[in-house]
């Protein structure tokens, strides 16, 4: 519903919005949609966590940061749900990390100090797919 009803939008920098802005908007970035996706399973008495990682599509820079949400299945355990794509998470997400609160999310956390200082971090990531290999014989 979230993907459907949504417009998706490339905003790259800044906190996610809170739900109520991003429902009035219409449109979010995939932080923004993760979060409303977390609020509304919340709402209905499920467990849910944002999470932040890198998934892989064809149309996305493998390393640009995406994020998600989990919710919490009795007999199931933590599932992934990517409101952004309308899709369930699966072997094309990385998680980097998981939290209720998306701030406690971020994958990488750092200060410094003093006058006319620049940081700058860069990362690359390369992302293939592992193939399945057979079944070994047990030798029976």
Same mark, same amino acid.
């Given at each position: 519903q979230i993907h459907r009803d949504f417009k998706l939008e490339d905003r790259p920098e800044g906190a996610p919005l809170s739900p109520e802005q991003t429902v009035a908007r219409g449109a979010g970035a995939c932080r923004d949609l993760a979060v409303l996706f977390v609020e509304c399973c919340r709402a209905m008495g499920l467990a849910a966590r944002f999470v932040s990682g890198y998934a892989y599509t064809d149309d996305v820079t493998p390393a640009e940061m995406h994020a998600w949400g989990e919710v919490y299945l009795a007999g199931g355990g933590w599932r992934g749900y990517d409101p952004?794509? !309308? *899709?369930?998470? !699966?072997?094309?997400? +990385? #998680?980097? @990390? =998981? =939290? @209720?609160?998306? +701030?406690? =999310? =971020?994958? +990488? +956390? !750092?200060?410094?100090? !003093?006058?006319?200082?620049?940081?700058?971090?860069? #990362?690359? *990531?390369?992302?293939? @797919?592992v193939p399945t290999s057979p079944p070994i014989p047990d030798g029976s």
């Amino acid at each position: 519903q979230i993907h459907r009803d949504f417009k998706l939008e490339d905003r790259p920098e800044g906190a996610p919005l809170s739900p109520e802005q991003t429902v009035a908007r219409g449109a979010g970035a995939c932080r923004d949609l993760a979060v409303l996706f977390v609020e509304c399973c919340r709402a209905m008495g499920l467990a849910a966590r944002f999470v932040s990682g890198y998934a892989y599509t064809d149309d996305v820079t493998p390393a640009e940061m995406h994020a998600w949400g989990e919710v919490y299945l009795a007999g199931g355990g933590w599932r992934g749900y990517d409101p952004s794509r !309308g *899709l369930a998470a !699966g072997d094309q997400h +990385v #998680t980097l @990390a =998981a =939290a @209720a609160d998306p +701030v406690d =999310a =971020a994958p +990488v +956390v !750092g200060t410094f100090r !003093g006058d006319e200082v620049n940081s700058r971090l860069e #990362t690359e *990531l390369t992302m293939r @797919a592992v193939p399945t290999s057979p079944p070994i014989p047990d030798g029976s």
